[in-house]
């Protein structure tokens, strides 16, 4: 199904926002049929609120802090995401677990971005394991959100070598490219209404995407 409006997307981020920048570029740019209605910290003074404000988005800060468990926190998110009836959620670097009513709600309708070759290097500090691990190749994955943290179906994947002499920053900077390109993809073609999730698998054109999702990057065969 394609959309005769542009798709309404809340981005909900914890820092820097530099994918913010990619989708904000893109929809200004013309080239992603969206409108970001919200975007959401849960961190005051975020590079990625200021962003926002920027390009004259709605930017709210949620502090978890404030909240007495981690559900009460994802219950008034949810709550204040929905007021704006986005289509679409992005997690942009929203550093939280998520509950699995929360995830639940959204399913079908919510992305995440994960710098790693997923399934492996869940979690967090994946540029050090990669390096650690002595790994020739690192790459960031764009999934469906379940409540398995880091582990929906993935939908785009994108391989970055890793070179000698790099470091987690060298190595972050360089997946970060690959983020700032594939997010915004992934979100133009949820809009544009050829991404789907059925039965636990993300469907590309209605044909089911492989276990790591549609494959870009420079070190792929
Ligand atoms: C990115 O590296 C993303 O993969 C991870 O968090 C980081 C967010 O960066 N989930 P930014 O805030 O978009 O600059």
Redo the contacts with the bound molecule.
Sequence with gaps: MSQTHPLRVVVL????????QALIDGQKQGELPVEIVAVISNRAAVR?LQRAEQAGIPALILDHTQYESREAFDEALQAQIDEYRPELVV???F?RILTPGFTRHYEGRMF????SLLPKYQGLHTHQRVLDAGESEHG?TVHFVTPELDGGPPVIQARVPVLEGDTAETL?AR??QQ?HSIYPLAVKWFAQGRLQMKSGKALLDNEPLGPQGYLMGTTQP
């Design positions: 981020i914890s820092g820097s926002g530099s994918n913010l990625g997690l942009a670097g550093m995440n971005i994960h710098p960031v972050a997946v970060q983020e």
